[in-house]
Every structure is written in C-alpha cells, then in structure tokens.
C-alpha cells in the first residue's frame, strides 16, 4: 500500500517571514520551523491569531535556524500547550537563548509603548504575543544534533541537518518519512559567505522546498575584498559629511560580518578611527557566541576582531540614548528592517539630518519602515511622529546572507534528480514567479510548486504533489503592503499637501471632501451607532 506524507505552509509562502511547515504521517506530526510574521500590519496579525494546528498535538520541532523569522513564534507554541523537543544544532541552540528571550522582551516593551499611546486612548489594551519567561521556557526544549547524523524527531519521522551556509549553525532538513524523502532549505547562504562552508545537501529526492528570497535577483559575485572596498567607499563619503552613518543591522550574522570588514579597514588605516557603536544587547549577546566559536569560523585570519579598540558595545538604554548627542560616529543597530529596537530613536535623530547617512546593508521585507526609507520617502512615520527624510540612504547588496537567483538555481541542480515536486516558498511573489518561470524553462518535466499560506498538499515518493485544500482564503490578501502602508503614508504627507492648497477655504473644503469619502466607506453599522452616540 502506498504511503504519503501531508505537507502544509503555515507562513513563508509568497512571503519572507513567518516560516512554518507541518508534516504528518501516520497520524505523528512535525513542525520545521516556527517563525515570526514580520513586515505589513495585516501579515503581523497572524502572530496574535491562534495556530491553524493544537499546539499540544505536535511531536517535534525540527528547527533549521536561529533566525526570528524561523524560531519567533515557539514561545507562543510552547505557551499554548508544545511539550515535545525542538531539534537544532549546538550553535542555534546557544543563539535561541538570546533570541527568544529578546524577542519576548521586545513583545513586553511594544506592548507596554502601544497602550501608552495618547492616540489609543480608550481602546482596548493590547497584549504581548508572549513573554520573556515564556521565550526561555521554549529555549530549554532545544535538543542539540550534530551535523549529517541521522535522530529521530518522532515515531515514523527520520532526519538529519546539512550545513547551509546562511549564519551561524544554519542548516537544511532532510525528512524521511511515510516513504516519502524530501528537504527543506532553511534558509541558503551566498557564495563567499564570510565565515562558512558553502551549503551542502543530499541528491535523489523525491519532493524539495526550497527558500526563493533573491528568486528575481542576480548579484555580481564579490569577494570579501571587494565586499570591503565597498564599505571602505561609504564609511569615507559618509564620515566626511561630518554626520553619523547609521546601519541597521540584523543583529544575528549581519553585526558579526560589519564588526569583521570594519575591524580589518580599520587595522589596514582605511577609514578613519571614530568609534564604532553596536547598539543592541541582543547582538552584543550574539556577538559573544560567535567569539566562542570562533575557532569554527572561516576569515578571522587568527585575529580576534570581536573585541577590537574601535567597537564599543552599548548596553543601557541611557548610554544608547548619549550616542545621539554624537557626531561623526558609525552607529549598528537592530532590528534590521528598522521595525523594532533602538535603531528606530537613532533614525529619529538622523533621518533629519542632511549630514547623516543611512546604510541598509539588508533585505527589506514589504511593509517595513526599512523598505519604506529605502525606496525614497521623504516623511516618515516612528512612533507616532512624523519625520523628514534628508540624510543620505545608501545601500550595499554584498551583504546577504541569501543565495541569489543563480546560487538558487545551483542549488537546487545538485539536488537533482527530484522525482515529485520543487516547491518555492519564503519569496515575495514577483521574487518566486521569476525562479519558477527560470527553472520551468531549464526543465520543463520538473514540477514546481508556488504554495500559498494555509494550503496542504499530499506528496508520495516519485509523482508530483497534489493539493489538497486550504486553511484560508485570505492568503492573497495578507502579502505585501496593505492599508496602514498607504496610511502611515498618507498621514506624514498629508499637512505638507494641506498647504500646496492657497486659499484656506479651499484646505478645509479638500478636508471636509475627505471626511465624507471615509464617511461613504464606513461600515453602516457603525455609522448609525456614531449618530445615536450624537
């Protein structure tokens, strides 16, 4: 009789974040990966709602990194009832620690920072999607594995993780089960990739799903070399402006990989001495981890670049806020997409300024304010305060920790022959639609999937997968920007467009013109409610 194994996208599918699968078989279930959902307003929301699964009904989890877009929502799990063991190597062992307690302090902080608001004033109080105590609660069910050994995560389930050269102890799943065997990527590495191995993986698969992040995107293939005579370039213009360069930085592998190109131009008398700030205990946290490994770790050319005069870790929110008084300094910063963290007060007292620079070194999720800067804003919205955008923002793409469209495409070939199906997830749309249509034109007889959040898929050995159904009908509509995007972008351009109006008259005629527009789309329950209020 022939055997099966359902699959099912709990996130990362036609987006970034929230990375989430669950296998079953023979009524045993599995999780790889349990991420946070990062980016738009709406596709947060799915933190808040409850898992399309019982928590308590999971076996394992089989977790491929310490990213928070991977392991961000275990704490939520283990709070509603997951007892079972989450399967990881040493290194992301050691970082969920840091990464989880972080985020449920963050959660506390946003919470708290939210119901304050003066602008919320009456309604109802938000809470945490979990809490620190919780974050370390899910860290202490981490099982440590060594790489290429084969564990068994649940009764019917065999795998083994492969070095995937993304960050720190990142890794691909390989799942054997219900006579089905397939991988998943996690998340993949570039060539020349400071620190690591490139990926590695097994061949002869039956089904593959594969990350598709850069899936529209071909970098030139640098060295680290000339990856630094990039950052050389734009600490000098930056510095000379005789303001700030402000970096935000994701604090897992990307901090690491600036403090390593920084400490080596600064050594070689490249860019000037002015301090370096790494504002962010997390990645001050992580920072130390990786001093621990640094044995394990490729180009510290035996040096012990952590600890360099230069670098100046910040850990109190006094001394972090003192640097803003500060000029002509190198600011690192969390979170990386600008979304959260001490990074946002430093882009409150930079953003401003024609002298500043803003260096996004990073992927920029749809939604974020990182995205938003990025793309050329001229105002913005941080908490509750609307800012001009006069600095600088540069950018330097050599810094990925994701494989491009060719190292996807390259990838994915040594893990041929696939006799089921590729599936590509963990991309925006335009990013999976343009993998897809490459690798469909290189092998038209390969079947390749482009799954959406909710969907369930049956797969067996040797034929392709078929779909099952889906847990939502929503999924189209929680991708990219929504709503609150065009609002934030509306309300901090809104008074500047008031006064492209001359005649006063006219301005509180274009303002009573726009009340009744909203008035025409209000919900006509709550417009008789507002009347009865009246």
């Known amino acids: 009789m022939a055997t099966s194994v359902n699959l099912t996208f709990h996130g990362a599918a036609r987006t970034v974040t929230g990375s989430c699968m669950e296998l079953v078989s023979e009524g045993r279930r599995i999780l790889v990966d349990c991420g946070l959902f990062q980016g738009s307003r709406s596709l947060e929301t799915l933190n808040y709602g409850a898992f399309a699964f019982a928590p308590d009904m999971?076996?394992?989890?089989?977790?491929?990194?310490?990213h928070i877009d991977h392991c961000g929502l275990l704490p939520k799990l283990v709070a509603q009832g997951f007892e079972g063991p989450i399967f990881c190597t040493a290194q992301t062992a050691e970082l969920l620690e840091y990464m989880l307690a972080d985020a449920g302090r963050i959660q506390e902080f946003e919470t708290q920072r939210r119901n304050q608001r003066r602008d919320r004033a009456g309604e109802p109080p938000f809470t945490p999607i979990y809490t620190e105590d919780d974050a370390l609660m899910a860290w202490r069910q981490a099982r440590r594995v060594p790489l290429e050994d084969w564990f068994e995560p649940a009764p019917g389930f065999r795998a083994r993780l492969w070095n995937a050269g993304h960050i720190l102890g990142a890794t691909s799943a390989e799942i054997d089960a219900g006579g089905v065997r397939l991988l998943c990527s996690g998340d993949l590495g570039p060539q020349n990739k400071a620190f690591y191995a490139d990926p590695e993986?097994?061949?002869?698969?039956?089904h593959v799903i594969c990350e598709s992040t850069y899936g529209s995107r071909t970098r030139g293939q640098l060295t680290i070399a000339q990856r630094r005579d990039l950052l050389e370039g734009e600490i000098n213009t930056a510095l000379s402006r005789g303001g700030n360069l402000v970096i935000p930085a994701f604090a897992l592998e990307r901090t690491q990989e600036l403090l390593l190109d920084i400490a080596y131009l600064a050594d070689e008398d490249r860019i000037p001495h002015v301090p370096v700030f790494v504002d962010s205990p997390l990645a001050n946290r992580a920072t130390r981890v990786f001093a621990r490994h640094a044995t394990e770790l490729e180009d510290l050319g035996g040096k012990d670049i952590f600890h360099h005069p230069a670098i100046h870790y910040v850990e109190d929110?006094?001394?972090?806020?003192?640097?803003n008084d500060k000029s002509g300094v190198?600011?690192?910063?969390?979170?990386?997409?600008?979304e959260a963290g001490r990074v946002r007060h430093h882009l409150e007292h930079n953003l401003h300024r024609s002298d500043s620079t803003i260096l996004i070194v990073g992927f920029q999720a749809q939604g974020s304010l990182g995205r938003v800067i990025l793309e050329g804003a001229k105002r913005v919205r941080i908490s509750g305060t609307d800012i001009y955008v006069r600095a600088h923002v540069r950018r330097i793409d050599s810094y990925s920790a994701h494989a491009d469209q060719g190292e996807l495409k390259d990838w994915?070939?040594?893990?041929?022959?696939?006799?089921?199906?590729?599936?590509?997830?963990?991309?925006?749309p335009g990013a999976v639609a343009a993998l897809s249509e490459l690798l469909a034109g290189d092998d038209p007889s390969l079947s390749v999937v482009t799954p959406a959040i909710g969907e369930s898929y049956q797969l067996q050995s040797g034929t392709p997968a078929k779909l099952m159904g889906t847990t939502r009908s929503d999924a189209a509509q929680l991708v990219g920007r929504d709503w609150q995007n065009d609002y934030a972008d509306l309300a901090v351009s809104l008074k500047h467009r008031l006064t492209r109006i001359s005649n006063p008259e006219n301005r509180r005629k274009a303002i009573a013109d726009m009340r009744k527009v909203l008035e025409k789309y209000a919900d006509p329950h709550e417009t008789r409610q507002k009347r009865v209020r009246g």
């Open 412 to 428: 994915i070939k040594k893990r041929k022959p696939i006799s089921g199906s590729l599936f590509l997830t963990h991309g925006e």
């Open 330 to 338: 190198i600011i690192i910063a969390a979170s990386g997409m600008c």
């Open 201 to 206: 993986g097994p061949s002869g698969l039956d």
């Open 58 to 66: 999971i076996d394992a989890v089989v977790l491929t990194h310490a």
């Open 317 to 323: 929110a006094a001394a972090s806020m003192r640097i």
